[in-house]
């Protein structure tokens, strides 16, 4: 069984909180949008404006369209082994994610340098997280310890401080967020999906 530790952390940080649900279930993806049309753009520079939040709004919706989430129990150290190759994808994913986020062009947006923070260190705590989990995962293997629990190790204290800071940063961006993608009728986003 998944302990509990590694089971609410989880959920916060690396967008893995698949881990925490019974087989056979999964927790649904929500992205709402706003049905009635958004207003227009009250900051000057009206076409610079839409497409900033727009950039932002690719970008918000890339990870969350992109079904970065965990299906192994990683209940022993031979589960956590196997997920070494997965871990490096998202670890690939998220960094390109934090490269993105860090050139987006914001000065257009109200709150925009607030927002583009946001999201850096959304992305910044969830790729620490999933270093840690790829080299916990590795070194597991290395260990070859197979079907015993797997030992709370260093990498994997790490993984679990990142997460709760990642879970934080992405309740913020959800906040910043929404009411400016309600106002311009964008997509809104729950945090776990970021």
């Known amino acids: ?58 970008l918000l919706a890339s990870h969350a369209a992109s079904g970065n989430r965990l299906d192994n129990p990683m209940a022993t150290c031979a589960d956590v ?16 994610e934090l490269v993105r986020a860090r050139a987006l062009q914001v000065d257009q947006i109200t709150g925009g340098l607030e927002l583009r923070q946001a999201i850096i260190d959304a992305y910044t705590y ?16 290395s260990e070859d310890c197979g079907p015993e629990a797997p030992p709370h190790t260093a990498d994997y204290q790490t993984a679990i401080a990142a997460n709760d800071q990642a879970g934080p940063a992405k309740r913020r961006v959800v906040a910043l967020w929404d009411p400016i993608a309600q106002s311009q009728g964008l997509p809104t986003y729950d945090w776990r999906d970021l």
């Not at 609410?8 to 949008?33: F, K, M």
């Not at 997920?83 to 390109?96: K, L, N």
Request: aromatic fraction near 6%; avoid cysteine.
């Open 126 to 141: 969830s790729v620490t997280a999933d270093q840690a989990y790829l080299a916990w995962a590795n070194d597991l293997a």
């Open 81 to 96: 082994a196997a997920t070494a190759s997965v871990f490096q994808e998202f670890v690939r994913t998220r960094q390109d």
């Open 1 to 58: 069984m998944i302990s509990v530790a590694l089971a609410g952390a989880l959920a916060l940080g690396s967008g893995l909180t698949y881990l925490l649900l019974p087989s056979g279930h999964t927790r649904p993806r929500t992205v709402v949008t706003n049905p009635a049309g958004g207003a227009t753009p009250t900051s000057s520079g009206t076409a610079d404006a839409a497409s900033q939040l727009a950039a932002v709004n690719e």
